[in-house]
């Protein structure tokens, strides 16, 4: 199975629709929406152009690209934005706990409850991660979230030094929110399909219409206390690789969905950590799989690309084959990173 991980580009927005249709409600990021993934392909490609001199206001969008003897097609996207926050504050239930005493009664407990946090100058975020369900195996999924690790490794100075990650929250069967339907409905007077979608347009409407006090969570129905902080069921593997890689849960939660946000320090990632930068030592037609390991080699270019492939490394550099050197835009000599898989 041959793929290509590289940015974004306008002759990939048919494909990238086709990707935001099938995500199903709650992911904000990727919306099935032709105008908007527009802007955020232009952005992307904006971003790339650059040499900024200050992390604030650009994203990077990467899809995975698929070829095989029919052609090439895309299956797979993933992004990342440099900073949340801005202009338009970006929005979070922080979880809080209250501590009530009373000597007279020898009360001491602690009452949980949500309090709504805007960030102007935020942690950057990695979002977007979807993959066609045919491809979900093999480990493709991963592999496309590790390559937005190997691009914050080529180029640290684009990020913050924490990046964290907002994950789906509970959606049941009727795709409503439990924990929308219970709270932040009553505030809103709409379904949270149709919130959801206009949040990603205008942020504005939250600041006028979210409660502005704190929400004693034992004051909530069962099923929206249970949803807080649990992810969808789809979203749980995407949960579980990201902690195996560093990523911890921050105390925050979605303002919409309560899925949890989670966080990690981008010099702690695994990805970040094990990988590593050489130069090509040599180009060979075929690589001997007898003395070689299974890698993702990226070209450490903002002409970012990222392929798998089987690598023999040496201490003087890395031999890896024609293919993959075409692939990546690089020749004999060049600079590599590489991260064991």
Known sequence: MQFLIRPVTMQDLEGVLNLACMTGPGMTSLPADKALLTEKIQDSINSLAITPTKVGNQSYRFVMEHSDDEGSRLVGICAIRDRIGGFEPFYSYSIQTARHQSAQLGVDIEVPYL??????????????????????????????????????????????????????????????????????????????????????????????????????????????????????????????????????????????????????????????????????????????????????????????????????IKDEGLIISVKSAEDLGLIEGDSIRYLKV
């Open 115 to 312: 309090e709504l946090c805007k960030e102007h100058d935020g942690p950057s975020i990695i979002s977007s991660l979807f993959l066609l369900p045919e491809f979900r195996k093999k480990r493709l999924g991963q592999y496309l979230s590790q390559a937005r690790f190997l691009f914050m490794a080529d180029f640290p100075e684009r990020f913050t030094d924490t990046v964290i990650a907002e994950m789906r929250g509970v959606i049941d069967q009727e795709g409503k929110s439990p924990f929308w339907e219970g709270t932040v409905r009553n505030f809103f007077d709409m379904d949270f399909d149709r919130a959801d979608y206009l949040s990603i347009k205008d942020k504005g409407f939250i600041a006028d219409l979210m409660p502005k006090y704190p929400i004693y969570i034992p004051l909530l129905r069962d099923s929206v206390i249970k949803a807080i902080g649990q992810v969808h069921e789809k979203t749980y593997p995407a949960l579980k690789f990201l902690e195996e890689q560093g990523f911890k849960k921050d105390g925050h939660v979605d303002i919409f969905d309560a899925g949890p946000r989670i966080s990690a320090q981008v010099t702690e990632i695994a990805s970040v950590k094990n990988s590593c930068l050489q130069k090509i030592l040599e180009l060979r037609d075929q690589i001997s799989s007898e003395a070689s390991v299974r890698v993702l080699l990226s070209n450490s270019k903002l002409d970012f690309r990222v392929v798998l492939a089987e690598a023999v």
